[in-house]
């Protein structure tokens, strides 16, 4: 253990590789359609509706279904789908601490808090709940024509 850090072990290295792609494997089909439009769009330089497609709550609850809740419905003795989970939500708490204490002696503070799509369910919903803080949504800042 590093100084404030935790580990997780995940066993086999390889074994544990292997039954996480499994998982997403199998549920991976379900988010095909989304995954070919967001293609799309990074491919035709759209980088703006990009962003806004992969930031819709239906885009991103059909991202951690194919993720999350199929690694947490993976069946090893080891519980590695459980690992992956764990090791996301703690890596996420710190990074929603980092971001707290980044303003945490600045009352009313503005702050803009950028984070990857898959992250930004849990940064809602646990800088959320922080006292004086209020989650506005980026649709609200960008407006519907980007402009």
Partial sequence: MIEG???IDLGDPATYGKAIQAAWDKAGPR???MREHEGQLAGEGKLLELYRAINLPASQQ???SVDFRAALS???QEHYGYRYVSGWEIRNLRM???VH????DQPGARVLAVV???HKPWFDNWLGQ???VDIVDAAQVLGDDGQ
């Fill in 5 to 7: 850090i935790v580990t």
């Fill in 96 to 98: 929603v601490s980092n």
């Fill in 116 to 118: 990857g799509a898959m």
């Fill in 101 to 104: 204490a980044s303003f945490a």
């Fill in 31 to 33: 988010a095909r359609a």
């Fill in 130 to 132: 922080l006292q004086g």
């Fill in 74 to 76: 993976e069946g090893s």
């Fill in 62 to 64: 059909l991202a951690i």
